[in-house]
């Protein structure tokens, strides 16, 4: 193949080499915006960090220095490719908080539940075969996505979460055109972007639909418990076993430096998620699973959740009331839990173009068109409030807004 004109592709003396799933990888529009988010002076309503400043860092430190001098002999060895049965038995409990019964050997953990998407899609996916994703949907799912040479198809999501009537016809149309669709990726609660949750009422509609087509689902579910207003609703893994890949994390509800999610699959599945994994990684960070099973042991983890459901539902607030007193020309939809705010632009202003702006401007935000496959949302921002301070939420939303006046102006 030889290389198209193009400054990158011409300095890089491989690219005639490469293989063509790594012609379709490409960096995030997330990943670009970083070096600039992080820069001090940039209000960051762009990435989705935690914020880690509300753990218990003392006594986590203290865990870990217990955890090296007393356990370091196998917590600073390699361990087993499934993961630690001793935490995998932790993650049944934390599951059974959204109605999942699983036994610890259905779980595989991995690192990070972004992993378990790589996983997931090395397994089933095929060069041009479709996914089926909500529209809009998880950027970092995307580019797996992207670097297995899926097809994602998006299917609309309302208020109550993905519409099971549009993904009935989706089905149906990808099917009378033989089409093979492989899986549907779902995240059901507090949607990253979306902000939306799948009612109770629609779950089991969306399985029936999808065990009717062949279609296997794959739940992402790392906000479930982070809800502001009600408890965890139940998981659909709790409502079918054999037709649902659940995924989960600790990274939102303890840290995700510690890189730490998993995967319930049905046993078949599960056979070959550690085959894969073992071919990647031989096996998960035993320091890490150590880490959060001391954690898990001896720290209030769910009283640190319900810290970080206050923590979020006051920043959730601040960028809400922010959005009213600055931005109403817009129109949003307030989430009950999670991290992330899906904001519709006025007419005619397009998201992508106008972020240089905004950065100069000192204030970041990730362009509609990353949750996307096929180039739309560019009349959309995901704001995230999960990080910033309540006063630097607002100090953004009015940098933005400044912004957003000068773009109508032109
Ligand atoms: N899925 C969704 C929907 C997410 O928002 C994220 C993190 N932003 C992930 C998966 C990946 O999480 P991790 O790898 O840290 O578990």
Known sequence: MNAPDGPGTRLDPWFDSYAARAHAMRASEIRALFSVANRPEV?????????????????????????????????????????????????????????????PDDVVVTTGSQQALDLVTKIFIDPGDVVVAEAPSYVGALGVFRAQEADVVHVAMDADGLVPEA??????????EGRRVKFLYTVPNYHNPGGVSLSL????????????????VLEDNPYGLLGFDREPVPA??????EGVIYLGSFSKT???????????????????????SEAAILCPSNASQ??????????????QIK?????????????????????????????????????????????????????TERVAYVPGTAFYYDGQGADHMRLSY???TPERIKEGVRRLSTVVDAELET
């Open 201 to 216: 009422e629609r779950r089991p509609r969306i399985l029936e639909i999808c065990q009717r087509y062949g279609v296997l």
């Open 167 to 176: 993904l009935e016809a989706t089905l149906g149309r990808l099917r009378s």
């Open 386 to 388: 999960c990080y910033p």
């Open 43 to 103: 209000v960051s309503l762009a990435g989705g960090m935690p914020y880690i400043g509300g753990l218990p860092l003392e006594e986590i430190a203290e865990m870990t220095r217990r955890l090296v001098l007393e356990q370091g002999e196998v917590a600073l060895q390699y361990g087993s490719g499934q993961g630690d049965e001793g935490l995998r038995e932790h993650i049944t409990q934390v599951m059974a908080l959204e109605g999942i019964s699983a036994h």
């Open 307 to 359: 810290k970080f459901r206050e923590q979020y539902r006051e920043r959730r607030d601040a960028m809400i009331s922010a959005l009213e007193e600055h931005i109403p020309e817009a129109s949003w939809n307030v989430p009950d839990g999670g991290f992330y705010v899906w904001v519709k632009l006025p007419p005619g202003l397009n998201a992508k173009s106008m972020l240089p702006r905004a950065v």
């Open 236 to 241: 659909l893994r709790s409502m079918s076993e």
């Open 254 to 276: 303890f840290a995700p430096g510690y890189r730490v999610g998993w995967a319930v699959a049905p046993h078949a599945v599960r056979e070959k998620l550690v085959l894969a």
């Open 290 to 303: 150590f880490a959060i099973k001391a954690y898990l042991d001896h720290a209030d983890w769910q009283g």
